[in-house]
């Protein structure tokens, strides 16, 4: 039976959660791809469009097509390194960093009131995080 197969289970779970996720983040405009985008450019210092692919395990040219899509609607911008003018880096705009906020924290709201049907939700969401190796 398939429904006693993890991953039968995680696929369907990772389905109704990503789609509770595209219904919460609509709103402001993004969808989870988005959001791990800028949560990326997000880390703090300036980082290379190559490092923000990195950081999420995708290839260049996907990256590449992602950030386009953010830059067209101005959360984020390619400037020059300070550092190194042979090098560009991505940052989140004033606008980008404003709906980056709001949309972190309805992700976060959204993951809590998943986990809620589950005893102890925050402490699981805090053990199956480090089950994942995140």
């Not at 779970?13 to 997000?42: C, F, I, K, M, Y």
């Not at 940052?91 to 976060?108: D, K, N, P, Q, W």
């Amino acid at each position: 039976m398939t429904s006693d197969r993890l991953g039968y289970l995680l696929k369907h779970v990772l389905a109704r959660l990503t789609e509770a996720q595209a219904s919460a983040l609509a709103p402001h405009g993004l969808n989870g791809r988005d959001l791990a985008v800028l949560s990326a450019v997000a880390s703090g210092e300036p980082v290379s469009q190559l490092e923000v692919a990195g950081r999420l395990r995708v290839d260049r040219t996907s990256i590449g097509d992602l950030l386009d899509g953010l830059e067209e609607r101005g959360l984020v911008e390619r400037r020059r390194s300070p550092e190194d003018r042979r090098r560009n880096v991505v940052v989140l705009t004033a606008r980008g960093e404003s709906i980056f906020t709001a949309a972190e924290r309805v992700r976060l709201e959204v993951e809590r009131d998943f986990l809620a049907v589950l005893p102890d939700g925050e402490r699981f969401r805090e053990d199956l995080r480090l089950l994942l190796g995140e």
